[in-house]
Every structure is written in C-alpha cells, then in structure tokens.
C-alpha cells in the first residue's frame, strides 16, 4: 500500500513541476500532393467502373469452363434479359423520365449524329466484304454502340456525380431504343426479305412490335407522354428484373467467351474496336465543343460516354439472330480491355479541362 501511495505521489509531483497538461510529441503524416491526389483519384475511379464488369465476365468464364450452369445456359441466359430483364430495365426508363431531363436539343442531335456517324462509316467499310445486310448491320451496331448502361452510369457518377444522370440516361434512350432498333429493323428486313416491299415492310413492323426491346420502351414512352405514374408495385417490379440485366448479360458473354469460339474475322473486330474507342468519340467531341451549344457538363458526358467499349446489346442481338455472336463477343472484350487506356486519359483531360 505504501509503494503504491509514493509511486502516486511521485508523478503528483512530477505533474506540477510540468504543468496542468502532459505535452505528448505529435507525429505528422506526410502531406501528400496535389498531383498523387489527382492520380490516386483518378486511378480509383477507372478501377470501381471497371471492374465489376470484368468480374462479372470472368465469373461467367469460368462458370462455363467449370461447366456449373450447362451447355444451354448461353441461349437460356440470353433470352431471359432480351425477353424480360432488359424490356423492364427499357420501360421504366422510358416510363419515368421527365420533358425537364432531356430538353438539350444540341446533347441529343451531338449524340445522335456521333452515333451515326460511326454507324454509317462502319457499314461502309464493311460492305467491301459483299456480306448480308442482317450482318452489316449488326457489325455496325457494335461499333456504335457505347457500354452506357453498364459503365456510363458508375464512371457517370464518379467523374460528374448526380446532376448527369439525365445526360446518361438520354443517352442510353437514343442508343437502346433508336440504333437498337434501327438495326433491328435492318436485320428483320434482311431475314425476313419478301418479294414484295410493302409486305417486307409489313413483317418487320410486326417483328419489331412482337419485339420486346423496341415494344418495351415505345409502351414506357405513351405512359409518361399521357402523364400516368407508375404504381409502386410495377416500379419495384420492372427495378429487380431491370436490375437484373447487366450482370446477366455479362455473365452470358463469360459463358460464350468459354466455349472458344474464335472469332474468324480478326480484321473485323479490329475495325469494330477502332471506330469505337477512335472515331466515335472524336465525332462527338468535335460535335458537342464545335458545333452545338449544350452545357459543359453535358458537353463532357457526351463524349466520356462516346469513349465508352462495345455495349452487350450487339452480341445479344447476334446470338438471337444467330449472326457470328463471336465478332461482337471478341469486339467487347478487346474494346473493354483497350478502354482502360483510352478511357482513363480522356478522364484525367476532363479533370484537367
């Protein structure tokens, strides 16, 4: 007891002599810089948009060299987000989006024109090869077509934050629901091709309307031009299965990537992967800076989105229509893999910019 009350006693002593306070040296964290800030951030945002999507095609991959899901899965999959997930993830878009979201007429005609731009460039340096117009088409489609909805969104909100997710949107409307189905339409005419035009023209207007990617969006569209809101059961409905979309399809395509199909139209799918990550979104840049007027940020997004890989919509559209899913599967992996360049330094010229 007495050791213990002259240790107290002790540092009672020693405390007085050296203040109220006990002055601890404080030990400093390096400061970083500005320009490792700038790089870890810039690095951070590529990562988190990117690889859930290689994630989600390598676990499809080795699901399908394992042989957990069958040989039918590809097909079973496919059909499942082309006839149910992606209508919903289309008609709830299309069902919820405001005339105050997407009045930027100089946005949608820089987003439009790029768009076909690319497309009709595509469809004439392919039509060397005398293939069929269903072809064409698709390989067209593929080249246009930007990964908006798989990677626009989270790169979206990451660079930009909330404010262009009308911009992204949009854009995912004028892809889905205009060169979507403008393809179509160029396949159905092509497969479906009758002697006479108008009973050609006949067919394809009942295949699209039978169609669920384009009946989906154009029934979302009546729905909010009538003004009508969505009872909170359908919207959480059509909100799981839309959900439900992007990893589906992206499983789908590790699962035909592990079947080993090469592609046998090597310069095809180079072209394909060069009008997309090069032409494209030049096309857009020179038409959002130069030649319409739109807001900054809106400007930015449009060519950000431009620059995005081969979207999964050809390769769905490909293995549904049995036309050489394997060019359009080959595109999106090179093009996935050669964006991580591409676009990280368009993301680190917009953050400078």
Same mark, same amino acid.
């Given at each position: ?25 404080? *030990?400093?964290? !390096?400061?970083?810089? !500005?320009?490792?800030?700038? *790089? ?12 859930? &999507?290689?994630? $989600? ?10 042989? $957990? ?19 919903? /993830?289309?008609? %709830?878009? @299309? ?59 989270? $790169?979206?909100? @990451? ?5 262009? @997710? ?8 004028? *892809? ?21 035009? !108008? ?16 009946? =989906? ?18 919207? %959480?409905?059509?909100? &799981? ?36 990550? &090069? ?17 900054? @940020?809106? =400007? ?19 293995? &549904? ?20 360049? *591409? ?6 010229? /917009?953050?400078?910019?």
């Amino acid at each position: 007891m007495n050791i213990c009350f002259n240790i107290w006693h002790a540092r009672r002593k020693q405390a007085k002599r050296q203040g109220p306070y006990i002055h601890y040296p404080v *030990t400093q964290s !390096p400061q970083r810089k !500005p320009q490792d800030i700038e *790089t870890s951030s810039t690095v951070s945002i590529i990562v988190n948009a990117v690889f859930p &999507l290689f994630a $989600l095609i390598l676990l499809g991959y080795l699901g399908g060299r394992k042989r $957990l899901l069958g040989p039918g899965a590809v097909d079973s999959l496919n059909k499942y987000v082309v006839w149910m997930a992606l209508p919903a /993830l289309l008609f %709830q878009a @299309m069902a919820t989006v405001t005339w105050n979201e997407i009045n930027q007429p100089g946005y949608i005609a820089a987003t439009v024109l790029s768009i076909a731009i690319v497309f009709a460039v595509s469809f004439l340096l392919e039509r060397r090869r005398k293939a069929r117009l269903a072809d064409l088409s698709i390989e067209a489609l593929a080249a246009s077509y930007a990964n908006a909805g798989f990677m626009g969104i989270p $790169l979206c909100l @990451m660079v930009f934050g909330h404010d262009s @997710m009308p911009a992204v949107v949009l854009a995912i409307l004028v *892809t889905a629901c205009g060169l979507f189905a403008f393809s179509i339409v160029l396949v159905e005419i092509d497969l479906q091709s009758v002697p006479s035009l !108008p009973r050609t023209l006949g067919k394809v207007s009942l295949s699209l309307l039978r169609n669920p990617l384009v009946a =989906a969006p154009v029934l979302g569209m009546i729905v909010s031009i009538l003004g009508l809101p969505l009872p909170y059961a359908i919207k %959480q409905f059509t909100t &799981l299965l839309g959900d439900s979309a992007s990893p589906c399809a992206l499983v789908t395509i590790g699962l035909f990537l592990s079947q080993r199909r090469a592609a046998r139209q090597q310069g095809t799918v180079w072209r394909i992967v060069a009008l997309k990550l &090069l032409l494209h979104p030049l096309a857009a840049f020179v038409l959002a800076y130069w030649v319409f007027d739109m807001p900054p @940020m809106w =400007a930015a997004v449009a060519v950000l989105l431009a620059a995005l890989p081969v979207g999964t919509g050809p390769f769905m559209l490909a293995q &549904l229509y049995q036309r050489e899913p394997a060019v359009a599967s080959r595109a999106i992996l090179l093009s996935t893999v050669l964006s991580l360049v *591409t676009v990280s330094a368009l993301v680190a010229w /917009l953050e400078h910019a």
